[in-house]
């Protein structure tokens, strides 16, 4: 039997061991000594003759049906025709040669029945289980779905819970998962099942399976299966499900449990041949199988049940789900394929005519990363799974916020596009919902949205209405900074116009120093380092001053991006925002790296060097991927750009995009992901300060929450940028399946933005990888 349930046997006082040996004698004319054993949905005990005869006594209250019962000694009887007869107990007739006895209480009634006891060691209990083992059980399964082809009862075809084609009920009970990042992984795999199964499960061979060949239900003897038991949980459901639950708890402690379920596999087809659907589905059917386990575990928790049984799988389903999620689900299926003799689906083609097909028809200045392209297929959270069956942990791709196909964010998002879908010249609610939602993480001055579709155009606005209410135009930027690929972002991006193909410095752009702690001319020891950095910003100032000019804006992201990963000095931005505002300039934040909780501190970087701005932008992150960016004004500013000229954009603030924004918000929120950026970061910045200290090519580490950077330099003295070693560990830590990348003015620093689903396990692997690689780099 499945190990949790939500019905509570009726009745449960009448059962005593003593009142079970007087109903053995009075209807089965035995004496017998009984042992209560645990159980589910009914009471069973173990009844040992005076003979030493075994038997297993049951008995069920009457919300369940005397059909079901009968449907079961009808399927033991038809399975005792075959050829595998001797892996099934019989039933034993009462003294009136009934094969069950009804219990008339008056109030209620109960099914008694008695088995013959079935010899051999339960699965879950052997240890060192040989690999002929799960073949053999592949095989059992099979010959007895086949012994079934021809058997059918109506009391099978019943709505029950534990039924796979039925997982997607599952989400319901999600609620119930506490943890956040448990609760993240079965929405996923839900979200999964109802992608890849639901629309597709009802057509497939439909059986009259038992449904529940679990590590408690089959007995074992060496190399081979004995006995199957407990057909409690049969229902009339897709025969690839009866194959998946085997599968399912046979992976279960299996140091490769993709290995243990390709023999099951193999062993079923070799009798019992299966589809190339059927087999391209079990892996997502397993989850659900789990997912149904845990969401049923968590709610039985909820409700305070005390029955142990209901808990009996919980660790080790969780255990597989934390082990799923890293097998590639085309790696499974091109596994399963391959088992049955079909064509896999993963072959080792390099990416040659790809390539070219991009190369005709895709901007040619373009790039792709790594030195071996990748192909991603798929992604689940913190990971991608690509097209030759790996598996990559993300460590990079900070616009999937939280987390890569987030099911709270794709089912919202699902949702409005089935609905509604338009532009925001139509009244909706979901955009002032959002805004007042947006705006009530950020100062109360900052109150104003205008909705856009990226970053690049959110800035590229922002400066537009700084300009049109200072009536300047010059803008002040960081060196090396990056604001977005728009012509006026472009102008405003030193990391762009001063680099290869750039059109250079406009002469209304105006560089300020990059106020880097590391490289610049004011170090970590310069307690004064951000008041100095921020006189560059003055000395601007004052060169337009001298023109007859003054400063449109001040524009800069709250951490540098592509700058080095580098956190602004403490007190820098307040004396620049000061200098800026006193010569009648703006002062606009560009959070759309890092706003949304990534710094752990503070919700916005902003909030790290305790200024208000007058203009936040926001992009990358407020979507989870989705095209969507955000510009937050103040109310004077909002009434200055409001000048007869109508600001529309067609796509800015519709439905969908809005809907997205508020689940991301949502899921930040209530996952808690602000705190976690803040505690996995701190303890990944800690273990790279190690590798830090141990290997002297890594010249400064620094960054707040999962925004992070690790320099390498062949020098500390001199601080000459690591190119050819950074770009070798980049490879190395990705040959283990691990993607990093590479940023800042010299391209040497490691930039380290994971989606916030990143974890400790994944902390703790990186820096494996990452020491493994400095150790072989040393060597050379």
């Given at each position: 039997m499945p190990g949790f349930c939500l019905l509570k046997p009726s009745g449960q006082m009448i059962f005593k061991k003593e009142s079970v040996e007087l109903l053995a004698s009075k209807y089965y004319g035995l004496i017998v000594t009984a042992k209560a054993l645990t159980g589910e949905y009914e009471f069973n005990f173990l009844l040992t003759a005076t003979d030493g005869k075994?038997?297993?006594?049951?008995?069920?209250?009457?919300?369940?049906?005397?059909?079901?019962?009968?449907?079961?000694?009808?399927?033991i009887q038809h399975l005792q025709q075959t050829e595998i007869a001797d892996k099934f107990f019989n039933y034993i007739p009462n003294n009136r040669g009934e094969w069950m006895t009804v219990l008339d209480t008056g109030k209620s009634k109960f099914y008694l029945r008695l088995l013959s006891f079935l010899e051999?060691?339960?699965?879950?209990?052997?240890?060192?289980?040989?690999?002929?083992?799960?073949?053999?059980?592949?095989?059992?399964?099979?010959?007895?779905?086949?012994?079934?082809?021809?058997?059918?009862?109506?009391?099978?075809?019943?709505?029950?819970?534990?039924?796979?084609?039925?997982?997607?009920?599952?989400?319901?009970?999600?609620?119930?998962?506490?943890n956040h990042e448990k609760r993240r992984i079965a929405g996923y795999?839900?979200?999964?099942?109802?992608?890849?199964?639901?629309?597709?499960?009802?057509?497939?061979?439909h059986a009259y399976a038992h449904h529940d060949a679990n590590d408690t239900n089959i007995l074992i003897k060496g190399d081979k299966v004995t006995g199957l038991i407990d057909f409690s949980d049969m229902v009339y459901t897709a025969l690839i499900n009866n194959l998946a639950v085997a599968c399912t708890y046979a992976m279960m402690n299996h140091p490769d449990p993709l290995a243990a379920a390709t023999l099951i596999v193999?062993?079923?087809?070799?009798?019992?041949?299966?589809?190339?659907?059927?087999?391209?589905?079990?892996?997502?059917?397993?989850?659900?199988?789990?997912?149904?386990?845990?969401?049923?575990?968590?709610?039985?928790?909820?409700i305070e049940t005390n029955n142990e049984h209901h808990f009996v799988s919980e660790a080790p389903a969780w255990d597989l789900l934390y082990k799923l999620i890293r097998i590639n689900p085309v790696k499974a299926q091109d596994s399963f394929r391959r088992a049955c003799g079909f064509t896999g689906l993963i072959n080792e083609n390099d990416y040659s005519v790809l390539l070219n097909e991009r190369k005709e028809h895709i901007g040619r200045n373009l790039s792709t990363s790594y030195q071996s392209k990748l192909k991603i297929e798929k992604g689940a959270l913190q990971y991608?799974?690509?097209?030759?069956?790996?598996?990559?942990?993300?460590?990079?791709?900070?616009?999937?916020?939280?987390?890569?196909?987030?099911?709270?964010?794709?089912?919202?998002?699902?949702?409005?596009?089935?609905?509604?879908?338009?532009?925001?010249?139509?009244?909706?609610?979901?955009?002032?919902?959002?805004?007042?939602?947006?705006?009530?993480?950020?100062?109360?001055?900052l109150s104003v949205c205008y909705f856009t579709n990226s970053g690049s155009e959110a800035n590229d606005l922002a400066v537009r209405m700084a300009r049109h209410f200072t009536k300047q135009k010059d803008i002040i930027v960081l060196d090396h900074a990056y604001h977005g690929t728009s012509t006026v972002a472009m102008e405003m991006s030193p990391y762009k116009f001063d680099g290869k193909g750039g059109f250079g410095q406009m002469p209304w752009i105006h560089k300020a120093l990059?106020?880097?702690?590391?490289?610049?001319?004011?170090?970590?020891?310069?307690?004064d380092a951000g008041k100095k950095y921020a006189l560059d910003v003055q000395r601007i100032i004052d060169l337009l001053k001298k023109d007859n000019k003054r400063p449109a804006v001040f524009i800069c992201e709250t951490l540098l991006g592509v700058g080095g990963q580098i956190?602004?000095?403490?007190?820098?931005?307040?004396?620049?925002?000061?200098?800026?505002?006193?010569?009648?300039?703006?002062?606009?934040?560009?959070e759309v790296q890092v706003g949304f909780g990534r710094t752990g501190d503070k919700f916005w970087g902003f909030g790290l060097q305790d200024v208000i701005p007058d203009i936040v932008v926001l992009g990358k992150p407020i979507g989870n991927g989705h095209p969507l960016a955000a510009v937050i004004v103040t109310n004077e500013i909002a009434d200055a750009f409001n000048n007869g000229m109508e600001y529309f954009n067609t796509y800015g603030g519709n439905p969908v995009s809005m809907v997205t924004g508020l689940a991301v918000l949502d899921v930040i929120q209530q996952e808690e992901m602000q705190q976690h950026a803040k505690e996995t970061g701190e303890y990944l910045m800690e273990g790279l300060k190690k590798l830090m200290n141990k290997y002297p090519v890594i010249g400064d580490v620094r960054g707040h929450g999962l925004f992070i950077g690790a320099e390498m330099v062949t020098s500390r003295e001199t601080k000459e940028p690591a190119l050819s070693e950074i770009n070798q560990l980049v490879e190395i830590v990705k040959s283990k399946g691990y993607l990093l990348s590479t940023d800042g003015p010299l391209h040497n620093v490691l930039k380290i933005k994971p989606p916030l689903t990143f974890n400790k396990q994944n902390a703790d692997e990186l820096l494996l990888y990452l020491d493994e690689g400095l150790k072989i780099l040393q060597a050379r």
């Open positions: 075994k038997y297993i006594f049951k008995a069920a209250g009457d919300e369940h049906s005397y059909a079901f019962f009968d449907a079961q000694i009808k399927i051999g060691e339960f699965w879950i209990n052997a240890k060192d289980k040989p690999e002929a083992l799960y073949s053999d059980l592949g095989i059992f399964l099979g010959k007895m779905d086949k012994a079934l082809q021809n058997f059918s009862h109506p009391a099978m075809h019943r709505p029950y819970v534990w039924d796979i084609s039925t997982a997607a009920d599952a989400n319901r009970k999600l609620h119930c998962i506490r795999f839900l979200l999964q099942f109802e992608t890849e199964a639901l629309p597709v499960i009802s057509s497939l061979r193999k062993g079923y087809h070799s009798v019992y041949p299966l589809t190339e659907q059927e087999i391209d589905l079990l892996y997502y059917l397993v989850a659900a199988r789990l997912c149904i386990s845990v969401t049923q575990s968590a709610h039985n928790a909820y991608l799974y690509d097209d030759k069956g790996n598996t990559w942990v993300d460590c990079v791709n900070n616009p999937s916020h939280v987390g890569h196909c987030h099911p709270v964010v794709v089912k919202r998002m699902q949702k409005q596009i089935a609905t509604l879908n338009t532009n925001s010249r139509y009244l909706h609610s979901a955009i002032i919902e959002y805004a007042r939602r947006l705006t009530a993480t950020l100062p109360p001055a990059n106020p880097d702690l590391y490289r610049g001319p004011y170090n970590y020891e310069d307690k956190p602004l000095p403490p007190g820098y931005l307040s004396k620049v925002y000061e200098y800026v505002r006193a010569a009648g300039g703006i002062c606009i934040a560009d």
